[in-house]
């Protein structure tokens, strides 16, 4: 017989193949009249002919596959037994592919959990049969965690980045039967955040972060409902999420939870009452601004563009201010001495001074600070744009004119009045400045190191603590292709740890430090 011969899809043959038959597809689902096996043979194929193959092709394979064998069923047990499925069928057909497309395409396996846990935890958590299932939805949940733990031994933000060659509303479809709804799809995310991710083609770095948030902030609400009651409670809460935030080396991960916390509101309604939510946000407040996370230091995004860093910074100052002014006027003025005193020692002042004076030509001149605060600085800034210093984009500046600052809100409000209206997406890391503390230094690691070290060895295998002359590094690896928990602390760069660069980050005109931090100033301080 005289069969054709198979078309061999390399090069552009296969970008032809995977966009003709995703369009084809697509067609169908509209239709309403996919024929699943013939496009889950063609997917099948694409997706075996390359080992690192494009998030579309395993994207639409594990849907593919994963609505041909969907239960019929729809109680809570049997979606979140379908969801298991799903995230061993994912993992198991990424295995080959880098870290952050194997991150980014958990996506669908967040999509199909979410459901079945709102619903178990509207339910009465004393019926033993829920319990269960919570347990049983807790177990996921780790496990998911700890897979994207082990994607993340490596910064996933220096991988090579690629967008998708399909746009992301079109990639959703063919999750939720031709409906494009990327908020629904992806339920724990801001509208904004979904806005950006489904114009056009959507970066695969930024969505693996996307989704690790997600997965982090269902495991933060998952612990509020059925964890340790009382006071304790908020202390294992906050633990746990900076032990993750240690493991997760993502900057668009850290980037994301910091837009989302600039945000009103999470959404977390229907996770968490609206108590638990205030709760929580406290929590990350304090996780978010307490803890240097090396991973967005300044030397570890070096290949990001500047101006990225620059937005990130910014986001990362008016967080720390809301979240001191939150603290205030729960009366909680420890917590939010704690914030302004980790602001003041780290590098993230100093960091913005220097991009302000960058922009200011050297015969302006720059006015000195008139306090250390995230306020006195916010302020600082309004006056140098007052003076016609164009130095932050639209959405920044729109951030600045809602800001309550006293009398400065009210000029700089109407400078900025005519801007569009968006949202920065970038976010800095604050470093400890040290310079002069040598004294005492033992003394204040002793104090971070007791107050911290058991809650967070309970959530990381893998810890560091640093000392003085030192820093002693423990890690627990398994033999072979054994699961490793890779909560464990990131390798330091000790160009960052420089006497000589500590002294020099903020000059003593800039900002001046009063206080200092009981809360760990470092993720390698634990």
């Not at 210093?389 to 500046?397: E, P, S, V």
Request: glycine share 6%; proline share 3%.
């Amino acid at each position: 017989m005289n069969l054709p011969k198979p078309t061999l899809l390399v090069g552009d043959n296969y970008s032809i193949t995977l966009n003709q038959s995703i369009e084809n597809l697509l067609t169908q689902i509209r239709k309403g009249d996919p024929n699943f096996p013939h496009f889950t043979n063609t997917f099948y194929e694409l997706m075996q002919s390359q080992i690192d193959p494009p998030l579309e092709t395993i994207w639409v394979y594990s849907a593919l596959s994963f609505h041909s064998r969907k239960t019929t069923k729809d109680d809570a047990s049997s979606r979140f037994s379908t969801a298991k499925e799903l995230f061993q069928l994912v993992s198991g057909v990424s295995a080959s592919c880098s870290a952050s497309r194997s991150v980014a395409l958990l996506a669908p396996v967040v999509f199909e959990l979410y459901s079945p846990v709102v619903e178990l935890l509207g339910k009465d958590l004393g019926v033993k049969r829920v319990k269960k299932v919570i347990e049983k939805v807790k177990s996921l949940v780790g496990e998911i965690l700890g897979y994207v733990s082990i994607c993340c031994c490596k910064d996933l933000g220096v991988e090579t980045d690629s967008n998708s060659t399909v746009p992301f509303a079109d990639l959703v479809s063919v999750w939720t039967g031709g409906k494009g709804e990327i908020e629904a799809f992806l339920p724990l995310v801001g509208g904004e955040i979904c806005r950006e991710i489904g114009f056009g083609l959507c970066s695969v770095n930024y969505l693996a972060g996307v989704v690790i948030a997600e997965v982090f902030l269902l495991k933060m609400c998952l612990d509020l409902w059925v964890g340790s009651q009382g006071v304790g409670k908020e202390k294992d809460v906050r633990s746990s999420a900076v032990g993750l935030m240690t493991a997760f080396r993502s900057f668009y991960f850290f980037e994301t939870l910091v837009r989302m916390l600039l945000e009103p509101t999470l959404r977390l309604s229907s996770l968490v009452s609206s108590g638990d939510e205030v709760l929580l946000r406290k929590i990350l407040y304090d996780a978010v601004i307490s803890v240097e996370y090396t991973y967005v230091s300044p030397e570890r995004t070096t290949h990001l563009p500047s101006e990225h860093v620059t937005t990130l910074a910014m986001e990362r100052l008016i967080l720390t201010h809301e979240a001191i002014e939150c603290f205030r006027k729960d009366g909680d003025h420890e917590r939010a001495i704690s914030c302004t005193s980790a602001f003041s020692t780290s590098r993230l002042p100093s960091q913005i001074v220097k991009f302000v004076k960058s922009q200011i030509s050297k015969g302006e001149g720059v006015d000195n600070i008139n306090g250390s605060s995230p306020k006195a600085l916010l302020k600082w800034l309004l006056v140098q744009e007052s003076k016609g210093n164009r130095l932050f984009d639209d959405r920044i500046a729109k951030r600045l004119a809602r800001l309550p600052l006293d009398d400065f809100k009210t000029n700089y409000e109407h400078q900025v009045s005519k801007l569009e209206s968006k949202r920065a997406d970038v976010d800095l890391l604050p470093y400890i400045d040290r310079d002069g503390e040598e004294d005492n230094r033992e003394e204040v690691e002793k104090e971070a190191n007791e107050s911290m070290i058991s809650a967070f060895v309970a959530a990381a295998h893998s810890m560091r603590l640093t000392e003085t002359g030192g820093r002693k590094r423990k890690q627990h690896r398994n033999d072979g292709n054994h699961r490793r928990n890779k909560l464990s602390k990131h390798d330091h760069d000790d160009s960052s740890d420089s006497e000589t660069e500590r002294s020099s980050s903020v000059s003593n005109d800039d900002l001046s430090s009063e206080s200092e931090v009981e809360n760990p100033s470092s993720d390698e301080d634990v």
